[in-house]
């Protein structure tokens, strides 16, 4: 049994969408987040070890978050089980963002999350017993989602969603309308061979697995705080710490422990894939037996 054990769907469950598998998704995304807010080195982002790159958040912040939206995870099965329109979803979830300001005293930790989460929420209630792959789990979202999500506008009121139009780029809502691609061909395979390499850590696990996305996608919060140039360079420093080995080379941590403190001297802080990582180990969890 692997050591992140608390985030994995039990095989004998049934895969229901009746209450207790709403709560049990529910259960899982909130664990992925803890999971995703421990994870260090984690370059510009909160973590138990520091803030990162904000000032108005650190890792007290983030749990009291990924507690106030947990209920909202499981209301999000339930309307994925009963072929909840996306202008429902949408309702749901900006609820849950209410409840997020007012555990956070008004800072944004997990719009993002929120959204990517709660659309695989809503995927695993649709397909009620059938436990599909979690590349087949993640296209689902783009299957019955997909069209409305494009179809919206794209959000005035984040950095991401301004990010995105003033850059060109697709953000986390394109990501989403095409079934979460970059999940199912870069972050799951990369924390599937981060635990071949360390199979008794799975913290290196998913630091492998950001690296890894942080390495090809085009993070909307890179761009708002670092422009074009913050972006290329994030980007470049995580294919120089994957070509080095990884966390498979001797001394990974120290070198992404120094990405880190570099991206913290110039302010970056690649939030989209903090949601993406989010995104991948809820996905793993829900279709890994125990």
């Given at each position: 049994?692997?050591?992140?054990?608390?985030?994995?769907?039990?095989?004998?469950?049934?895969?229901?969408?009746?209450?207790?598998?709403?709560?049990?998704?529910?259960?899982?995304?909130?664990?992925?987040?803890?999971?995703?807010?421990?994870?260090?080195?984690?370059?510009?982002?909160?973590?138990?070890?520091?803030?990162?790159?904000?000032?108005?958040?650190?890792?007290?912040?983030?749990?009291?978050?990924?507690?106030?939206?947990?209920?909202?995870?499981?209301?999000?099965?339930?309307?994925?089980?009963?072929?909840?329109?996306?202008?429902?979803?949408?309702?749901?979830?900006?609820?849950?963002?209410?409840?997020?300001?007012?555990?956070?005293?008004?800072?944004?930790?997990?719009?993002?999350?929120?959204?990517?989460?709660?659309?695989?929420?809503?995927?695993?209630?649709?397909?009620?017993?059938?436990?599909?792959?979690?590349?087949?789990?993640?296209?689902?979202?783009?299957?019955?989602?997909?069209?409305?999500?494009?179809?919206?506008?794209?959000?005035?009121?984040?950095?991401?969603?301004?990010?995105?139009?003033?850059?060109?780029?697709?953000?986390?809502?394109?990501?989403?309308?095409?079934?979460?691609?970059?999940?199912?061909?870069?972050?799951?395979p990369a924390l599937r061979?981060?635990?071949?390499?360390?199979?008794?850590?799975?913290?290196?696990?998913?630091?492998?697995?950001?690296?890894?996305?942080?390495?090809?996608?085009?993070?909307?919060?890179?761009?708002h705080r670092g422009g074009?140039?913050?972006?290329?360079?994030?980007?470049?420093?995580?294919?120089?710490?994957?070509?080095?080995?990884?966390?498979?080379?001797?001394?990974?941590?120290?070198?992404?422990?120094?990405?880190?403190?570099?991206?913290?001297?110039?302010?970056?802080?690649?939030?989209?894939?903090?949601?993406?990582?989010?995104?991948?180990?809820?996905?793993?969890?829900?279709?890994?037996?125990?």
């Open positions: 049994m692997r050591d992140d054990q608390s985030l994995t769907a039990p095989a004998a469950e049934p895969r229901g969408a009746g209450l207790l598998w709403a709560e049990r998704v529910a259960e899982l995304a909130h664990a992925a987040l803890v999971a995703e807010l421990e994870t260090w080195p984690k370059p510009g982002l909160v973590s138990p070890v520091d803030s990162g790159s904000h000032d108005d958040m650190d890792a007290g912040t983030l749990r009291r978050s990924a507690a106030a939206i947990r209920p909202f995870f499981a209301e999000l099965v339930a309307a994925g089980a009963r072929d909840a329109a996306m202008v429902e979803l949408r309702a749901i979830g900006l609820t849950a963002e209410a409840a997020m300001m007012r555990a956070t005293g008004g800072v944004n930790a997990h719009r993002g999350a929120i959204f990517s989460l709660g659309l695989i929420c809503a995927a695993a209630g649709a397909r009620n017993a059938d436990p599909a792959s979690a590349e087949a789990l993640a296209a689902t979202v783009g299957h019955l989602w997909g069209p409305a999500i494009t179809g919206a506008p794209v959000s005035a009121v984040s950095h991401g969603g301004r990010a995105a139009r003033r850059f060109g780029v697709g953000g986390a809502s394109a990501e989403a309308a095409a079934g979460f691609p970059t999940i199912r061909t870069v972050g799951l061979f981060g635990r071949s390499c360390a199979p008794d850590d799975a913290e290196a696990a998913r630091v492998h697995c950001f690296f890894a996305l942080l390495a090809v996608v085009d993070d909307t919060n890179l761009l074009t140039d913050g972006l290329v360079g994030a980007r470049a420093a995580a294919a120089t710490f994957l070509e080095a080995g990884g966390i498979a080379a001797p001394a990974w941590r120290e070198r992404a422990a120094a990405t880190h403190r570099a991206f913290v001297a110039a302010r970056l802080s690649p939030g989209g894939c903090a949601d993406l990582l989010a995104a991948t180990l809820l996905l793993d969890a829900l279709t890994s037996p125990s």
